[in-house]
């Protein structure tokens, strides 16, 4: 029999998921709806911008889609660490679409190479960049609170924080796969692979600005990992 929930007196109802701030989670964390929803609002944006395709240029259709297109396919992809290669393979269709859609495309024709020539990451890569830009974040300034609470730190780590080159974040002890693709667990690895406590005296719009671009993100993914410590 399933609990009941009671808050101030009144039963809270079970739902099979639920949004907060646009993003749909659902009681199992598969993300499933929140990417079928995503996907929809991409696929019916390309036919409402393919009505008009004839008059709008590559470098138009370009900006449109980087401008109005792609925040949808990006927003919250730092959250969902433990999506499923299924899902990232349906987001991932939907970015090929629009590759499809700003270089008229066709079915059957490979797209790898117009990646390449707007040099663009695709999702799998943006979302690291994007959790890689939040762990150091939290990191630096404590904030938000409740992210930066569930990270362990080295003891000599906690005493000089922004001076050594040494410190780093470390995994808790786990026994679930769910765990360990878990936020904590997944950014605190990306923290340790890519260095990132060594970058921890840069200002934060030089940090961002450099991981945003997408020449510095290509080096930095495709750069070999020094041996995380955990």
Known sequence: VTPKIIIDDQEVAYCRSVKNLGLTIDCTLTWKEQVQLSVNIVFASLAQAKRNMGCMPLAIRKKLVQAIIMP???????????????????????????IGFIFKTRRDEHITPYFIELNWLKLRDRQRIAILNLIWKTVKFKNPAYLYEMLSFAEEERKRMLRSDNNCLRVHVHRTKMYDRSFCVVATRIFNEYGLQKTLHKATNQFVKKTSCENYAKKLLLRPHPTAMY
Do not use: D, F, G, R
Request: one cysteine or more.
């Open 72 to 98: 949808t396919l990006e927003y919250c992809l730092s959250v969902m660490t433990n999506i499923s290669a299924e899902n990232m393979n349906t987001l991932q269709k939907a970015q090929n679409a629009c």
